[in-house]
């Protein structure tokens, strides 16, 4: 059974940092494409970011070009995801989730894990 268990996120300060974590079991993780997306209330997914299987190509939306990172451990099963210079619109439950196969041009699986809550307020 796949599983993606996100955490590391919480409350922090304008221009805080967090860095989320994705632990995933059930599948060849180091084979698949992965993302992270959030949600934030009242609001649809947003895709914020994708990392390649082996984690040499990455990519990023406008929103948080420059200011996160996206990194995999495949050694350890794990998905990162290191938030900088948080701002208040961040704001959101953030997921991992992964292509649906190990093809990279498949379609992305719906999250499947409770998320993490990233919280910026002052």
């Known amino acids: 059974e796949v599983q993606l268990v996100e955490s590391g996120g919480g409350l922090v300060e304008p221009g805080g940092s967090l860095r989320l974590s994705c632990a995933a079991s059930?599948?060849?993780?180091?084979?698949?494409?992965m993302s992270w997306v959030r949600q934030a209330p009242g609001k649809g997914l947003e895709w914020v970011s994708t990392?390649?299987?082996?984690?040499?190509?990455?990519g990023y939306a406008e929103s948080v070009k420059g200011r996160f990172t996206i990194s995999r451990d495949n050694a350890k099963n794990t998905l990162y995801l290191q938030l900088n210079s948080l701002k208040t619109e961040d704001t959101a439950m953030y997921y991992c989730?992964?292509?649906?196969?190990?093809?990279?041009?498949?379609?992305?699986?719906?999250?499947r894990g409770q998320g993490t809550q990233v919280t910026v307020s002052s």
């Open positions: 990392i390649s299987a082996a984690g040499s190509n990455t």
């Open positions: 059930g599948f060849t993780f180091s084979m698949y494409f």
């Open positions: 989730r992964k292509r649906l196969s190990v093809d990279p041009s498949s379609s992305w699986d719906n999250p």
